[in-house]
């Protein structure tokens, strides 16, 4: 199609644990003149799934996600685009998806934001070869801490919480040995707070994506790509999750690098919740170099 982004500049998608960053990289990378990343879009396990036939059956399915009025899309607009892919091919389909997306942000590179996307890492990669993936970590304590007052995740339970950081970190480890070599990234969370240009221009890199300036200004216009976030509603039609909500969890957002973000839970769990932690993921802590 018109303006399609070359086939051999690697298109980044941001993996990892929720509550980790990933907003915040997206909102880095996507402040870059020539690429877009849209809001969590969760679509590529279905897609691969079902593996649609014809761009009717490709938008039935991502409008029917929940994901789908965050970005914006108008599905008989986005169905005519998909009509342009001939032959018809899932990659293609794809490809295009994401590329309409980019082209009505100004920009001609696109990527993806899912956290959920780090279980299919391997059959992402074998739909879209030019895909390099950036798994963000952060200390699972303060990951935990972030899920304790959340709807969503692994909920209050420390071991819980502990369960799915290192369950997230594993399965992004496990595909990564069956990934292309050099196509898999892991970045700490709080070396891109604390040494934010250095990370910037290591992940550009990575991405063969020219390092600009404007990455690090991200949270001038941070509220304003958040505000694309709408409702979360249940197949009943019920608000499960209002927009305002979706919108004031990503507020640090709006400012630059916090490093006070670090280390908050030291001020919360005691000794005994802690325990509780090291028991199901100390070692892993230890290994990413966080202290106790």
């Known amino acids: 199609m018109e303006g399609q982004q070359p086939d051999d500049l690697p298109v980044p998608f941001i993996v990892g644990a929720g ?3 990933t907003t915040l990289l997206r909102l880095m990378l996507d402040a870059h003149p020539e690429l877009a ?15 649609p036939a014809d761009p009717q059956a ?6 029917g996600l929940h994901t789908w009025p965050d970005l914006h899309f108008d599905a008989a607009e986005l169905g005519e685009r998909l009509a342009g892919v001939r032959p018809f091919t899932l990659r293609g389909a794809v490809e295009t998806f994401f590329l309409t997306y980019a082209q009505r942000m100004g920009k001609r590179r696109w990527g993806d934001k899912s956290p959920s996307h780090v279980l299919s ?14 798994q963000l970590v952060r200390d699972g ?29 594993e399965v992004a480890r496990q595909h990564a040995a069956r990934l292309v070599p050099g196509t898999y990234l892991e970045i700490r969370y709080e070396d891109l707070v604390t040494d934010t240009r250095r990370m910037l221009e290591r992940i550009a890199g990575f991405l063969v994506l020219p390092f600009d300036e404007a990455m690090l200004d991200y949270h001038r216009n941070a ?41 908050k839970w030291r ?5 005994e919740v802690l325990a509780r932690f ?15």
């Open 267 to 271: 001020a919360v769990y005691d000794a």
């Open 58 to 63: 490709f938008v039935d399915i991502v409008a």
């Open 19 to 21: 509550r980790s960053g």
């Open 121 to 134: 890492m391997t059959a992402i990669q074998q739909l879209l070869p030019q895909v390099r993936f950036i």
């Open 223 to 263: 509220a304003r790509r958040l505000e694309e976030l709408e409702e979360i509603r249940g197949g009943d039609g019920r608000v499960l999750v209002p927009r305002d909500q979706r919108r004031s969890i990503h507020a640090v957002t709006h400012r630059p690098p916090d490093p006070s973000q670090i280390g």
């Open 141 to 169: 304590r303060d990951v935990a801490l972030s899920y304790r007052d959340k709807s969503f995740g692994p909920g209050a339970d420390i071991a819980a919480a502990a369960r799915f950081w290192r369950e997230r970190i």
């Open 37 to 51: 990343i849209p809001p969590e879009t969760h679509c590529l396990h279905k897609l691969i799934a079902l593996r």
């Open 278 to 292: 090291n028991a199901v993921a100390g070692d892993l802590l230890r290994e990413f170099g966080y202290d106790d």
